[in-house]
């Protein structure tokens, strides 16, 4: 870095030890720095763009940017520099075209205009989010977008990657099934058996397997688990605790998972069909569409 | 009372008592209760006739009256029995279950009561003997056994006395209560005041309905010996029995809701079954039958206690049973039993080593199955995994729902229509300003059982109606045959029939078992859905 006086070294190195400076407090460190040569060494400091000012109750509060992070920055000019502090600030959630021009006060031209720079020259890049399909986010080019907006392990290129859901789910069944019953089919456990599998168990599961090429969590599987209950597939509930089980563990790991029997789904409506009909809602004793004329009957009942 | 109950209804009526009663019957059902005069100035009838169809009905119990005052003269309203009138749909089962229950002298009871409407123990077995044609001695025979089964049905309340009261309406019974409550006051009643009466006759009612002693069966002592002594030390060692006798006076009629009941017991048995196994449904089914004595009717809440009084065979206990002992077993499967996730064998908070059974959580299990099994057969899995999210977590937004199901929004929404035009779902609205602009709404969604039961019933109704109209249809169609087939030279010798009419008949004695087996099978679904 390089410093044109004492004062901005010295300005700049002040900043770097706190976390937010004022002129006040530099002046009462160093008394001997007259208020001409700071306003000069602060003008020249942010221009460089090696400090940030802030606005905090009426004051103004400086901040020393590190060296390696003002790099990128400091090579910018004037609105280029203001986008790119900016989009940084967002931080891995990106930022929307439309909040950058509310924060930083530019014509929606100029912000385009820096944009188109800054990308050319690989410092950010525009994203998408899974919450808002049409909104264009920045962000950093070096940052990987957080799971609020790329909507985590589900989703590929902002949709819903229906079959990966799929088959991980029917391989979560299968897991949990083989689990949940003794090898003799006519058998089952007591209540003493306390082997059923928690979410943690089916994960280790997935992951030894290699079943999924992206890396899961727990609340993942514990997703998958859940639509399986909701499918009526598999049940939750709290395992047995033995009695010296301290409460400061977490919860979650006490939800087991054991699978139902599979019910023959027949449904004694849907054998007949009225239970399939699709002009049910016409169908009257003695209207053009009735029972005694029924084409569907005909078929049905022609053996 | 929808149009499709009101159809299913009336076409009961015609297959069961003929086109004249039906037209009686179809006045009362569409229009509700109405005096003499009025129906036959409706229907066009005599009012002759229209008094032996009311006599019909209310001798099979399907229709009842109320007599009220009316300025100088007593005017009586007819009114159909709707349940009683719905319950005929099950008449198979029920001559199929007393046979399975009490055998063939059962179902033979069953059939002369269901024939007859109401009969006395002696009118019922002359009636049924007189059909069979047997010579002295066998017949003596057969009345003995009939009357020990007929005993046993009425004690096992599978009949029931029929009273007075039964031939008016319930609410007209409350009502006359009622009124002779508040005629005892000098001033008009108070609200509270009111609402005590009531409480007090619903209490009064819940009494008489659990009273163990059974209306029409007198209990007499076998041995008539006037030595005096002990008779309840007497009763217990054995020396004297307890004799049930039928009063030859009383009549009665099949119980609907006795075999209902029982139905009911062995269908959450059954649920047991698919979870667990066999010999679980086993041991529920005794549990339930101990417990079934003592059930009213089927919209209790919990069964009364039940004390651990089992008793099994070995070989009922699976089948490799013999190695743990069969009490050891039992043991460990009423452990399973009461674990088991759909909780409805509880052991009972306040006593050690009774057990109860929570119907009410059983019958909203086959409830919620039943539905599940509609929904996915008609829509597939994925509506099922949004109705029971719902039942699971009350009321969700679109956006939520497609969160937690893993479904894309768009999709989810699709379902959801699809759900609420069937009638499983609804919807709720919550603005969140006072414009109730629909973009600035809530919109939630949720499963409501009951609701959900009762529209899916409508819609078996109507079904029903519509199979039962076909089999009228293809009886009509083959109506010169079929009354060929009625003469009685052609009963004699059926080689008065011709190849081609044998095989219309085949063909017409098969779509007509389709389309029975078919209708009972739904009203089985009905009354799962409605009585349970």
Same mark, same amino acid.
């Given at each position: 870095?390089?410093?044109?006086?004492?004062?901005?070294?010295?300005?700049?190195?002040?900043?770097?030890?706190?976390?937010?400076?004022?002129?006040?407090?530099?002046?009462?460190?160093?008394?001997?720095?007259?208020?001409?040569?700071?306003?000069?060494?602060?003008?020249?400091?942010?221009?460089?763009?090696?400090?940030?000012?802030?606005?905090?109750?009426?004051?103004?509060?400086?901040?020393?940017?590190?060296?390696?992070?003002?790099?990128?920055?400091?090579?910018?000019?004037?609105?280029? /520099?203001?986008?790119?502090?900016?989009?940084?600030?967002?931080?891995?959630?990106?930022?929307?075209?439309?909040?950058?021009?509310?924060?930083?006060?530019?014509?929606?031209?100029?912000?385009?205009?820096?944009?188109?720079?800054?990308?050319?020259?690989?410092?950010?890049?525009?994203?998408?989010?899974?919450?808002?399909?049409?909104?264009?986010?920045?962000?950093?080019?070096?940052?990987?977008?957080?799971?609020?907006?790329?909507?985590?392990?589900?989703?590929?290129?902002?949709?819903?990657?229906?079959?990966?859901?799929?088959?991980?789910?029917?391989?979560?069944?299968?897991?949990?099934?083989?689990?949940?019953?003794?090898?003799?089919?006519?058998?089952?456990?007591?209540?003493?058996?306390?082997?059923?599998?928690?979410?943690?168990?089916?994960?280790?599961?997935?992951?030894?397997?290699?079943?999924?090429?992206?890396?899961?969590?727990?609340?993942?599987?514990?997703?998958?688990?859940?639509?399986?209950?909701?499918?009526?597939?598999?049940?939750?509930?709290?395992?047995?605790?033995?009695?010296?089980?301290?409460?400061?563990?977490?919860?979650?790991?006490?939800?087991?998972?054991?699978?139902?029997?599979?019910?023959?789904?027949?449904?004694?409506?849907?054998?007949?069909?009225?239970?399939?009909?699709?002009?049910?809602?016409?169908?009257?004793?003695?209207?053009?569409?009735?029972?005694?004329?029924?084409?569907?009957?005909?078929?049905?009942?022609?053996? | 009372?929808?149009?499709?109950?009101?159809?299913?209804?009336?076409?009961?009526?015609?297959?069961?008592?003929?086109?004249?009663?039906?037209?009686?019957?179809?006045?009362?059902?569409?229009?509700?209760?109405?005096?003499?005069?009025?129906?036959?100035?409706?229907?066009?009838?005599?009012?002759?006739?229209?008094? %032996?169809?009311?006599?019909?009905?209310?001798?099979?119990?399907?229709?009842?009256?109320?007599?009220?005052?009316?300025?100088?003269?007593?005017?009586?309203?007819?009114?159909?029995?709707?349940?009683?009138?719905?319950?005929?749909?099950?008449?198979?089962?029920?001559?199929?279950?007393?046979?399975?229950?009490?055998?063939?002298?059962?179902?033979?009871?069953?059939?002369? #009561?269901?024939?007859?409407?109401?009969?006395?123990?002696?009118?019922?077995?002359?009636?049924?003997?007189?059909?069979?044609?047997?010579?002295?001695?066998?017949?003596?025979?057969?009345?003995?056994?009939?009357?020990?089964?007929?005993?046993?049905?009425?004690?096992?309340?599978?009949?029931?006395?029929?009273?007075?009261?039964?031939?008016?309406?319930?609410?007209?019974?409350? #009502?006359?209560?009622?009124?002779?409550?508040?005629?005892?006051?000098?001033?008009?009643?108070?609200?509270?005041?009111?609402?005590?009466?009531?409480?007090?006759?619903?209490?009064?009612?819940?009494?008489?309905?659990?009273?163990?002693?059974?209306?029409?069966?007198?209990?007499?002592?076998?041995?008539?010996?006037?030595?005096?002594?002990?008779?309840?030390?007497?009763?217990?060692?054995?020396?004297?029995?307890?004799?049930?006798?039928?009063?030859?006076?009383?009549?009665?009629?099949?119980?609907?809701?006795?075999?209902?009941?029982?139905?009911?017991?062995? /269908?959450?048995?059954?649920?047991?079954?698919?979870?667990?196994?066999?010999?679980?449904?086993?041991?529920?089914?005794?549990?339930?039958?101990?417990?079934?004595?003592?059930?009213?009717?089927?919209?209790?809440?919990?069964?009364?206690?039940?004390?651990?009084?089992?008793?099994?065979?070995?070989?009922?206990?699976?089948?490799?049973?013999?190695?743990?002992?069969?009490?050891?077993?039992?043991?460990?499967?009423?452990?399973?039993?009461?674990?088991?996730?759909?909780?409805?064998?509880?052991?009972?908070?306040?006593?050690?080593?009774?057990?109860?059974?929570?119907?009410?959580?059983?019958?909203?299990?086959?409830?919620?199955?039943?539905?599940?099994?509609?929904?996915?057969?008609?829509?597939?899995?994925?509506?099922?995994?949004?109705?029971?999210?719902?039942?699971?977590?009350?009321?969700?937004?679109?956006?939520?729902?497609?969160?937690?199901?893993?479904?894309?929004?768009?999709?989810?929404?699709?379902?959801?229509?699809?759900?609420?035009?069937?009638?499983?779902?609804?919807?709720? %609205?919550?603005?969140?300003?006072?414009?109730?602009?629909?973009?600035?709404?809530?919109?939630?969604?949720?499963?409501?059982?009951?609701?959900?039961?009762?529209?899916?019933?409508?819609?078996?109704?109507?079904?029903?109606?519509?199979?039962?109209?076909?089999?009228?249809?293809?009886?009509?169609?083959?109506?010169?045959?079929?009354?060929?087939?009625?003469?009685?030279?052609?009963?004699?010798?059926?080689?008065?029939?011709?190849?081609?009419?044998?095989? %219309?008949?085949?063909?017409?004695?098969?779509?007509? %078992?389709?389309?029975?087996?078919?209708?009972?099978?739904?009203?089985?679904?009905?009354?799962?859905?409605?009585?349970?």
């Amino acid at each position: 870095m390089d410093f044109s006086n004492d004062t901005e070294k010295l300005f700049y190195e002040t900043c770097l030890k706190g976390d937010g400076l004022t002129t006040q407090e530099f002046n009462t460190q160093y008394p001997d720095a007259t208020a001409k040569d700071m306003a000069l060494s602060v003008n020249a400091l942010l221009t460089k763009g090696f400090i940030e000012v802030f606005q905090v109750r009426g004051e103004l509060i400086y901040k020393a940017i590190k060296k390696e992070e003002s790099g990128k920055s400091g090579s910018l000019m004037g609105e280029e /520099q203001l986008v790119y502090n900016t989009i940084r600030a967002s931080a891995n959630e990106g930022i929307w075209t439309k909040h950058l021009k509310s924060k930083t006060n530019l014509h929606e031209a100029v912000i385009k205009r820096c944009l188109r720079t800054l990308e050319h020259k690989a410092m950010v890049k525009a994203i998408k989010s899974v919450k808002y399909p049409t909104r264009k986010l920045y962000m950093l080019m070096e940052l990987t977008p957080s799971v609020e907006v790329t909507g985590g392990p589900w989703f590929t290129d902002q949709e819903l990657d229906v079959d990966f859901v799929e088959q991980l789910t029917n391989a979560c069944y299968k897991f949990v099934l083989t689990k949940s019953f003794p090898r003799d089919n006519s058998c089952i456990f007591t209540t003493e058996h306390t082997a059923y599998p928690s979410a943690q168990m089916v994960l280790k599961y997935i992951m030894d397997k290699r079943i999924s090429q992206v890396d899961l969590s727990v609340d993942d599987i514990t997703m998958l688990l859940d639509v399986l209950v909701y499918d009526g597939k598999i049940e939750r509930f709290l395992n047995v605790v033995d009695d010296n089980w301290d409460d400061e563990e977490d919860t979650d790991t006490d939800w087991v998972y054991k699978a139902v029997r599979d019910k023959k789904a027949e449904s004694a409506w849907q054998d007949c069909p009225c239970g399939v009909c699709p002009v049910a809602e016409f169908c009257t004793e003695s209207g053009p569409i009735n029972p005694a004329g029924c084409n569907y009957y005909a078929k049905w009942l022609d053996f | 009372m929808s149009t499709h109950e009101n159809k299913l209804c009336r076409l009961i009526v015609r297959e069961h008592f003929g086109p004249v009663v039906e037209k009686v019957a179809n006045v009362l059902i569409r229009k509700g209760r109405m005096p003499v005069g009025m129906i036959a100035r409706i229907t066009s009838l005599t009012s002759k006739r229209v008094r %032996e169809c009311l006599f019909v009905m209310i001798q099979h119990n399907i229709a009842v009256y109320a007599e009220t005052q009316e300025k100088t003269r007593m005017v009586t309203y007819y009114e159909v029995n709707r349940p009683e009138l719905l319950n005929r749909a099950q008449i198979p089962k029920v001559l199929r279950s007393s046979r399975e229950w009490y055998e063939r002298e059962g179902e033979s009871i069953a059939q002369t #009561m269901l024939l007859h409407g109401k009969l006395t123990i002696t009118e019922c077995i002359n009636d049924i003997v007189a059909h069979a044609g047997y010579d002295k001695r066998t017949s003596a025979q057969r009345i003995a056994s009939l009357k020990k089964s007929f005993t046993r049905m009425v004690k096992e309340k599978c009949l029931i006395a029929v009273r007075p009261s039964d031939s008016l309406t319930a609410t007209d019974r409350d #009502m006359a209560e009622e009124k002779r409550e508040t005629d005892k006051m000098t001033l008009p009643p108070t609200a509270a005041e009111m609402a005590a009466i009531r409480r007090t006759l619903g209490s009064q009612r819940d009494q008489e309905l659990s009273k163990t002693n059974i209306v029409g069966l007198k209990r007499t002592l076998d041995s008539v010996d006037t030595d005096g002594g002990d008779k309840r030390r007497r009763l217990d060692f054995g020396e004297l029995t307890i004799n049930e006798e039928v009063e030859a006076d009383v009549f009665f009629k099949i119980n609907y809701e006795r075999f209902i009941i029982r139905w009911r017991n062995t /269908q959450i048995a059954e649920l047991y079954e698919a979870r667990l196994n066999p010999t679980a449904k086993t041991i529920m089914n005794t549990i339930l039958t101990l417990a079934e004595e003592r059930m009213i009717n089927c919209k209790e809440d919990l069964s009364l206690d039940l004390a651990e009084t089992l008793e099994f065979q070995q070989q009922e206990l699976g089948i490799n049973g013999s190695k743990p002992k069969t009490g050891e077993c039992l043991d460990k499967y009423i452990e399973i039993l009461e674990a088991d996730l759909m909780q409805i064998l509880k052991k009972d908070g306040g006593r050690t080593g009774q057990y109860v059974i929570n119907l009410k959580a059983a019958s909203k299990i086959m409830k919620k199955n039943l539905i599940q099994t509609v929904i996915s057969s008609r829509f597939g899995s994925p509506y099922v995994r949004i109705m029971n999210m719902l039942l699971d977590k009350g009321k969700l937004e679109e956006k939520m729902i497609s969160k937690f199901s893993m479904m894309p929004v768009k999709d989810v929404r699709e379902k959801l229509t699809t759900l609420c035009t069937f009638g499983v779902l609804n919807l709720q %609205e919550v603005p969140k300003s006072q414009d109730r602009t629909p973009s600035r709404t809530f919109y939630l969604w949720e499963v409501i059982l009951t609701r959900a039961a009762d529209a899916l019933v409508d819609r078996l109704y109507h079904t029903m109606g519509n199979l039962r109209q076909r089999r009228f249809v293809e009886k009509a169609k083959r109506a010169v045959l079929l009354s060929k087939c009625e003469r009685t030279d052609v009963q004699a010798n059926d080689s008065l029939l011709n190849a081609a009419e044998k095989k %219309e008949l085949d063909t017409l004695s098969g779509i007509l %078992e389709m389309l029975e087996v078919q209708e009972l099978r739904i009203a089985q679904v009905v009354m799962t859905l409605r009585d349970f």
